[in-house]
């Protein structure tokens, strides 16, 4: 069974910087697509990034694009989430995702979420 924990969330000021850690298990996660997801109080749940397990190759939102960063780490299989830069409207729970690459568009395996509220 696939588990996913996140950590790192909090209370950061405009500007700063936050790290969210993922812990995967359950799993060999070589074929598979981790991805980071954000929901903001009523709006709708929001795609970040994603990252290829296996190749490390990224893309992202356009909203993110060059503040944040998506890396895996296979020792630890863990994958993360730098947060530089960020702004008021990053405010939302952030969710990781993970998805075996030959399963299509979906994610159906999610962590619980954790806060990150950006403070003006």
């Known amino acids: 069974q696939v588990q996913l924990v996140e950590s790192g969330g909090g209370l950061v000021q405009a500007g700063g910087s936050l790290r969210l850690s993922c812990a995967v298990s359950?799993?060999?996660?070589?074929?598979?697509?981790m991805a980071w997801f954000r929901q903001a109080p009523g709006k709708e749940r929001e795609f970040v990034g994603r990252?290829?397990?296996?190749?490390?190759?990224?893309n992202y939102a356009d909203s993110v694009k060059g503040r944040f960063t998506i890396s895996r780490d296979s020792a630890e299989n863990t994958v993360y989430l730098q947060m530089n830069s960020l702004k008021p409207e990053d405010t939302a729970v952030y969710y990781c995702?993970?998805?075996?690459?030959?399963?299509?568009?979906?994610?159906?395996?999610w962590g619980q979420g954790t806060q990150v509220t950006v403070s003006s």
């Open positions: 995702a993970a998805a075996r690459i030959l399963d299509g568009g979906g994610f159906p395996y």
């Open positions: 359950g799993r060999t996660f070589s074929s598979y697509k």
């Open positions: 990252i290829i397990w296996t190749t490390g190759i990224t």
